[in-house]
């Protein structure tokens, strides 16, 4: 009866604590998604406002595809950097946390996990790094495209006048083309990534439970 009433104080709490802990982090989340609407739409207003007073002379160094790529774009990029920053502190906080808990069960089995962590490091990098080029090419084949749209729809009466419609079409059709190519080669750097830190953490636990059979030690079902 003791032991059973253990087990149920256990399950109790575990029960407990993740309920607070979904509740926390869902709160959390949901506070965040909140501030980056408000900080997205002061950056876009106060933009817009810029662009309405400036001078025409600041106002031709940027094309119509920039400006745009600035609301669209930049913008959210600017606004999702919440979510990183939350990481900046969270994710070392777990990580010394996991690397504690893992040496007081399996000693010194948990530097499996840690050396192939260092190994995907520059696996990491090198598709981060890859991600951001193609980005960067990406949002320039988009303000290619916009500034030429732009232009067709400034001009659109010598454009009707001269019958010239198939002409821009075939070129607006090969700038749409250049940056469908790059969102396809984004969309599989991004699965590669994706699907790197899926396997990730099984291939870790798998790695850190056969050093510590390999080095003598014995683990259960319960202990897991």
């Not at 087990?7 to 575990?14: H, I, T, V, W």
């Not at 909140?34 to 900080?39: D, E, P, Q």
């Not at 309405?52 to 609301?71: E, H, R, W, Y």
Request: proline share 2%; glycine share 4%.
């Amino acid at each position: 009866a003791p032991n059973l009433l253990s087990a149920g104080l256990y399950l109790l709490a575990l029960v407990t604590v993740s309920c607070v802990k979904a509740f926390v982090s869902a709160n959390l989340r949901f506070e965040l998604q909140k501030l980056g609407i408000r900080i997205k739409g002061s950056l876009i207003s106060e933009m817009f406002s810029k662009v309405l007073n400036v001078n025409l002379a600041c106002l031709k160094s940027f094309t119509v595809g920039q400006i745009s790529n600035f609301a669209s774009e930049d913008v959210s990029q600017i606004s999702d950097t919440l979510y990183t920053l939350l990481n900046i502190w969270a994710v070392p906080l777990e990580l010394i946390v996991l690397i504690f808990l893992l040496y007081q069960y399996i000693h010194l089995a948990f530097l499996a996990s840690v050396g192939f962590c260092i190994l995907i490091t520059p696996v990491n990098l090198y598709v981060t790094g890859k991600l951001e080029k193609h980005e960067e090419i990406l949002m320039k084949q988009r303000d290619l495209r916009l500034k030429m749209i732009h232009e067709v729809f400034s001009n659109i009466k010598t454009v009707k006048f001269f019958s010239w419609e198939e002409n821009f079409i075939s070129k607006l059709s090969a700038l749409r083309n250049l940056e469908l190519k790059e969102l396809r080669t984004l969309a599989k750097f991004d699965a590669a990534s994706f699907y790197m830190w899926t396997i990730a953490p099984l291939i870790i636990t798998a790695l850190t439970i056969g050093t510590y059979s390999l080095l003598g030690g014995s683990i259960t079902v319960s202990e897991l």
